[in-house]
């Protein structure tokens, strides 16, 4: 069956929207734009970085913000389709099976959301956007757990066998990184005779700026594996919520949107008092998360500003571009294309120099990618029952057993 050309845009919109997602975000953070001055106590004078001085946009916190607002957008497209175009509107069927309904059920979910997009923003600074969007595939491997645990879904044996393969693509990415990690940046503590004095061994009791971009992979990864964790949990609810609920998954990101844009921006505040020293400190003080100092920056920069809202609208299109490719298509179809993307971002990197060619990289990708598409049960599979001229199994009498276990 051919794709239509309505379906065919949507496809290149998913893809590219996508990729500009994350390369919009590298962008962002690697904007310079003045922040605020440095504490008075300091000779400003002998620091050109304290002074004025533009710096990069290390505020993987505020981008969250941003992604949340993102996300807030697709509850006003939402909002757009069922009241000025009229489609998706609820039925009365619809309406009766959602009354027992509250949007604030769906609170949990963008908690889990916000605090794994906050971290995965965390790691992304410390390792590459490529690198990111790669161990993001992670998250299927903890889905896959959790599905056992939460939901009583027992992954089929093909399912086992991408789990593991995966695994090992995030290995060899993870141990690529490590092997290949730049060279350390020195870390210069201001002296009251207004020298700078570089610190072999940096700890917390100085302030210091190294740039933060690509300076430790191996711990962004960690990271962003971490974060991923958190999505797991969020896709689990969201998967109980909705199977008890009829609700448009355009207004089910939004709802999330409204509510993560809303916690971090009252989260923002105690963040900001408190400090956390070198390695994850953000801002000339070394803070949790130093919202003043980044909020100045998108206002002296028209770069942070505009890569700003342009990630938020990326973020808003890719979503709806998903949401459309699902219906238009299938999830598979949608499943595919979120995978290809990784290959634009990578040579996009590689190009513009953000990272350095890493031989384990493609091995790293080419594996998770096997792994990915086994475990969604497209291309690999059904190619191998294809070329031995067999049918592919349905596994229809292990899902009989699963439902009859659950009875018990």
């Known amino acids: 069956m051919s794709w239509s050309t309505f379906q065919i845009v949507i496809v290149v919109g998913m893809v590219a929207t996508g990729t500009l997602n994350t390369i919009s975000a590298g962008f962002q953070q690697r904007a310079e734009g003045v922040g605020k001055d440095f504490p008075l106590n300091f000779n400003k004078d002998s620091y050109a970085w304290m002074n004025g001085t533009k710096k990069t946009f290390d505020h993987p916190y505020l981008q969250a913000m941003g992604m949340m607002a993102g996300e807030t957008l697709c ?25 027992d309904f509250s949007p604030f059920m769906l609170y ?21 956007p490529s690198s990111f969007q790669m161990l993001r595939g992670s998250v299927i491997v903890f889905t896959a757990a959790l599905s056992i645990v939460f939901l009583r879904q027992r992954p089929k044996p093909f399912q086992w066998l991408g789990i593991f393969i995966i695994i090992g693509g995030l290995v060899i990415v993870g141990v690529g990184d490590l092997l290949y990690a730049p060279a350390k940046i020195p870390c210069l503590k201001p002296e009251n ?22 300076s430790n992979p191996l711990v962004g990864d960690i990271i ?21 609920y009829n609700l448009p998954p355009l207004q089910v990101v939004g709802y999330e949107g409204i509510f993560g844009f809303s916690t ?10 408190i400090y ?19 909020f100045t920056q998108i206002a002296n920069s028209p770069g942070i500003l505009g890569w700003t809202i342009g990630n ?11 949401i459309t490719v699902t219906k238009e298509l299938t999830s598979t179809t949608r499943a595919v294309l979120d995978n290809i993307r990784q290959i634009f971002i990578w040579g996009f990197s590689l190009i513009i120099g953000w990272q350095e060619f890493n031989p384990l990289t493609p091995v790293g990708f080419v594996v998770l990618i096997t792994g990915m598409w086994i475990y969604n049960d497209v291309i690999v599979r059904p190619l191998l029952y294809k070329l031995m001229g067999k049918k592919m199994p349905t596994y229809e009498k292990e899902k009989k057993m699963e439902e009859i276990e659950e009875k018990a």
């Open 75 to 99: 509850m006003v497209a939402f909002v757009i389709m069922t009241c000025v175009f009229r489609r998706g509107r609820q039925t009365a069927e619809t309406a009766k099976a959602n009354q």
């Open 108 to 128: 949990p979910a963008a908690l889990f959301d916000l605090i794994g997009t906050s971290l995965n923003y965390v790691g992304m600074i410390l390792s590459y």
């Open 193 to 214: 005779n207004g020298t700078l004095t570089e610190l072999l061994n940096p700890g917390d009791d100085g302030y210091c700026e190294t740039a933060k971009l690509g």
């Open 224 to 244: 962003i594996i971490i974060g991923e964790i958190f999505h797991a949990f969020q896709f689990i609810y969201e998967e109980y919520v909705l199977g008890k």
């Open 264 to 273: 971090i921006g009252i989260l923002l505040w105690p963040m900001y008092f």
């Open 276 to 294: 956390t020293g070198e390695s994850f400190g953000l801002g000339p003080e070394l803070r949790f998360e130093d919202a003043i100092d980044g």
């Open 312 to 322: 938020m609208f990326s973020i808003a299109c890719f979503n709806f571009a998903g």
